[in-house]
């Protein structure tokens, strides 16, 4: 099994430019996640997906950031436009099951906004 | 709404030593606990979670973790820590009904020094 898969590994743009992450959940899971990880403020839950369909999107910090999931294999998170602050490390987990299954994370793309 | 609170950013300690990362939560239902670890550059990965049952629960790498209900604790130990045990440890907590998120704690840096 490839585990969750994410790209780009790094991201370095400039502020104002769009940026989009994309991740691969593992086959057969039904639920996806995006979070984001900060020295301030840790690991914070951005969104959930399950069947596809957004569930919880409380936790995306600005309209700037949008997350899409087309089908059972594809998500993207994308910020427009980019800004300093939201250089962080991004992940995407996924689970067979919503919520009450484990996660299994992918290894992150780490976003440099200049 | 849960809570985590991870009292220690940084614990290092010498090989072969046993180790306890301390995890207390707050709730005011009953819960799940987990423990994650993050390698350096790379995504979370579970260690072990308490759903139900005994309160000692056993995970991967030789860790183990007991959950004290009355101390609202979950800490996270090693009788014998080695080099590759370098990594950051993160507790999680989410109630054990409906569309609980999890919530991490700060994350505690375990080093091992030689």
């Known amino acids: 099994d490839a585990g969750v898969i994410q790209s780009p590994r790094h991201e370095v743009t400039e502020m104002g430019q769009e940026v989009t992450l994309r991740c691969k959940p593992i086959?057969?899971?039904?639920?996806l996640f995006w979070y984001r990880q900060t020295m301030m403020r840790g690991l914070e839950l951005l969104i959930y997906f399950n069947n596809n369909v957004p569930i919880d999107d409380s936790g995306m910090p600005e309209d700037r950031f949008s997350a899409k999931m087309p089908n059972a294999s594809f998500s993207t998170l994308k910020i427009q436009p980019s800004e300093p602050r939201d250089s962080a490390v991004y992940f995407c987990?996924?689970?067979?099951?919503?919520?009450?299954?484990?996660?299994?994370f992918g290894p992150g793309t780490r976003l440099t906004v200049l | 709404a849960q809570s985590v609170t991870q009292l220690d950013s940084q614990v290092p300690v010498f090989e072969e030593a046993p180790v306890e990362l301390r995890c207390n939560y707050s709730?005011?239902?009953?819960?799940?606990l987990f423990w994650y670890v993050q390698y350096p550059n790379q995504g979370l990965q579970l260690l072990l979670k308490y759903l139900s049952g005994s309160t000692l629960v056993k995970g991967i790498n030789g860790f183990e973790a007991e959950f004290n209900k009355s101390q609202t604790s979950f800490h996270l130990r090693k009788p014998s820590v080695h080099i590759s045990d370098t990594a950051e440890y993160f507790c999680?907590?989410?109630?054990?009904?409906?569309?609980?998120?999890?919530?991490f704690g700060t994350g505690t840096r375990l080093t091992i020094i030689p």
């Open positions: 086959s057969g899971h039904n639920s």
């Open positions: 999680a907590v989410r109630g054990n009904f409906g569309n609980e998120k999890l919530t």
């Open positions: 709730s005011s239902v009953s819960v799940y």
């Open positions: 987990a996924s689970s067979l099951r919503g919520l009450t299954d484990t996660q299994y």
